[in-house]
């Protein structure tokens, strides 16, 4: 495995904080659309979505140098609006509570839920802008990084938005089939979600390797890596054979076969796309190549 300047912290981050942000738009969607066949699965997407984005949002934290001996340093973050870092701390420390009030509203959790079950409706608005800021901004924090070229492009975080949102929805279509299993049929509506959001991850990410082979030296470098070099296995079998290809064609199937394809081969399709983007963020990260310096 090549040498990286971020490691699994940061691909811990960019996974659960995309998987939890799109598991909350998963959430919203269905309540919003179709609240009488979709409460399992916005339930299950609105519990998840806040601790995976704060378990991920402590593995940033701890991936500092700072965060864990001196933890308290973290909060001169907030003071450089400048940084990217900054707008993290902004939006990561907004949704995490907004995400948590919402799971408790929509549950009916404690008094606390009861009481704002009322403000569902604002919660979801606020929420879901703050969900999408959060899925783009795990792109923009490696994209901006002028020191690795492989990264810094402006498709990076249209990438893992559409990862984001596709993770999200397996997360919450997994969690809707543990609360209630009855509920599995309904989930074949939602099959279509992953064709077009996998359909545009898979177009998006062609394009980002494919241009990464004319932007530069070092970013072709790491675009070959993944295409012939020594993370390619990886990524054709981890990332496309089993993030892409196989949940597309399980999703097409589900969709039309509406509740009698088997519960395995619903729950497996969703498991897929969560291998492939958890795949897809640690490949990115330890593919990057920095420039080389010429003595």
């Known amino acids: 495995m090549p040498e990286s300047a971020w490691g699994w912290l940061i ?3 960019l996974f659960l904080a995309g998987a939890g942000s799109g598991a909350f738009i998963a959430a919203v969607a269905c309540d919003l659309l179709a609240p009488d066949w979709s ?12 601790p995976l984005v704060a378990v991920g949002t402590s593995a940033l934290v701890l991936d500092l140098e700072a965060g864990l001996w001196e933890p308290w ?3 001169y973050l907030v003071f450089n609006p400048s940084s990217m870092i900054t707008w993290g701390v902004v939006i990561l420390s907004a949704f995490i509570p907004i995400s948590l009030l919402y799971a408790a509203a929509l549950n009916e959790i404690t008094f606390i839920g009861r009481y704002f079950r009322k403000y569902v409706w604002h919660l979801e608005i606020v929420g879901t802008v703050f969900a999408f800021a959060t899925a783009i901004y795990t792109g923009v924090l490696i994209a901006v990084i002028n020191g690795v070229p492989f990264w810094n492009t402006p498709l990076m975080p249209v990438l893992f938005l559409a990862s984001a949102l596709s993770t999200g929805l397996a997360v919450a279509m997994i969690g809707a ?3 209630d299993i009855s509920t599995i049929r309904t989930l074949s509506n939602f099959a279509l979600g ?3 959001f996998l359909s545009i991850e898979g177009v998006v990410l062609l394009l980002f390797v494919f241009m990464s082979l004319t932007r530069s030296v070092e970013a072709a470098e790491s675009a070959m890596m993944l295409l012939s070099g020594s993370l390619s296995p990886f990524f054709w079998a981890l990332v496309v054979v089993v993030g892409i290809l196989a949940p ?3 999703s097409i199937v589900e ?3 509406y509740g009698r394809m088997p519960k395995y081969l619903v729950v497996g399709a969703d498991l897929c796309v969560l291998i492939g983007g958890i795949s897809l963020r640690a490949l990115i990260i330890y593919s990057g190549t920095a420039p080389q310096v010429l003595a």
């Open 11 to 13: 691909v811990t981050y």
């Open 39 to 50: 409460k399992a699965l916005a339930r299950a997407g609105s519990l998840a979505a806040g």
């Open 73 to 75: 340093r973290q909060f």
């Open 177 to 179: 089939a543990i609360i």
């Open 194 to 196: 992953h064709v077009i």
């Open 248 to 250: 597309f064609v399980l």
């Open 255 to 257: 969709y039309y076969e």
